[in-house]
């Protein structure tokens, strides 16, 4: 018997097949599967095109379980959808339901073999949640770009442009951030009306696109005082993002997860300095989270955890 783990995210979709300790027997991957930003039906399609391709070496009646990590997994509490996911899977030869979970949990449990903790989430949006028992039953923030996602990518962007705009404003000299971020919206910064054309180009595109500014600050944290601070402020709000979601004497690990929170970031160093007395811990690999609570279905609980394989 095997089991795979799904990790279904909104540009790609990977599977892996393990065995019992967590040995990798075949992976696949195919195009996005968040339900929210492509057509349900083709979501559905990409998971199982990813696990028809790991496991394409192996009997799939000895497929045991199977868990779906997925960014837009509340869509599947439309009926509608949740058979046309089931239509697909059953069409495509598989005789085991999908366990489907949100892509927060499987981070989660990519990290850290605990059952309880908190996972903050800080990509284009922002969010933490409440893991208990390896489910996510609460959550702190996540309430969008209009109303929140607070030190977010699209936070920190818009920052950015703002410090911009400001120094600008004042006719401050241009350092390192504010370049930057002329030149990424296309506006010379000799131009007179550069305080308005910059306007007209964030303006001119949907906004979530202000998160392509936010790598901008992460470039220039180190040397330019306004990237700094965008940084140290984002960093203060993912932090009351994520302690909102525990109990206030809680140890347990809080994982970090995002492009936000990637390696080099600054935001993550901020963190990881103004929570040194607790156990914070990064994201390893969705997929690899999602095939563990797989095969914590399938196996049982002794199965080794991801970090203490190979």
């Given at each position: ?172 000299p241009l350092d390192e951030l504010t ?52 940084a140290d402020d984002a960093a203060d ?50 997929v690899l989270g999602a095939a563990w ?18």
């Amino acid at each position: 018997m095997y089991v795979v783990g799904v990790d279904a995210g909104g540009t790609s979709t990977r599977a892996c097949a393990v065995d019992a300790g967590m040995r990798v027997l075949g992976t696949g991957r195919a195009g996005g599967a968040n339900p929210n930003s492509h057509p349900p039906e083709k979501a559905a399609s990409a998971i199982a095109e990813a696990v028809a391709a790991a496991t394409v070496d192996l009997d799939r009646a000895e497929l045991g379980d199977c868990v779906v990590g997925m960014a837009g997994s509340s869509k599947l509490t439309d009926p509608a959808v949740a058979s046309l996911f089931e239509r697909t899977w059953r069409e495509s030869g598989f005789d085991v339901t999908p366990h489907v979970v949100s892509d927060a949990e499987t981070a989660f449990a990519s990290a850290t073999d605990a059952p309880d903790g908190t996972v903050l989430v800080a990509g284009t949006g922002s969010i933490a949640g409440r893991i208990r028992d390896r489910r996510m039953v609460s959550v702190s923030g996540g309430y969008g770009w209009l109303l929140g996602d607070e030190g977010s990518g699209f936070w920190i962007g818009r920052a950015a442009v703002r410090a911009t705009l400001d120094a600008l404003t004042r006719n401050d000299p241009l350092d390192e951030l504010t370049r930057s971020v002329l030149a990424e919206a296309g506006v010379d910064p000799a131009e007179p009306r550069a305080f308005h054309l910059l306007i007209t180009a964030v303006n001119g595109e949907p906004p979530v696109q202000l998160a392509r500014f936010a790598p901008l600050v992460s470039a220039a944290a180190e040397s330019d005082p306004a990237a700094a601070r965008i940084a140290d402020d984002a960093a203060d709000h993912l932090i009351d993002i994520a302690l909102a979601a525990r109990d206030s004497e809680e140890t347990t690990p809080i994982v970090l997860v995002g492009s936000v929170l990637g390696a080099g970031s600054p935001v993550r160093l901020r963190i990881h300095d103004r929570l040194r007395d607790r156990e914070v811990r990064e994201s390893k690999d969705g997929v690899l989270g999602a095939a563990w609570l797989a095969a914590l279905r399938g196996f049982g609980q002794r199965v080794p955890h991801p970090n203490r394989v190979g």
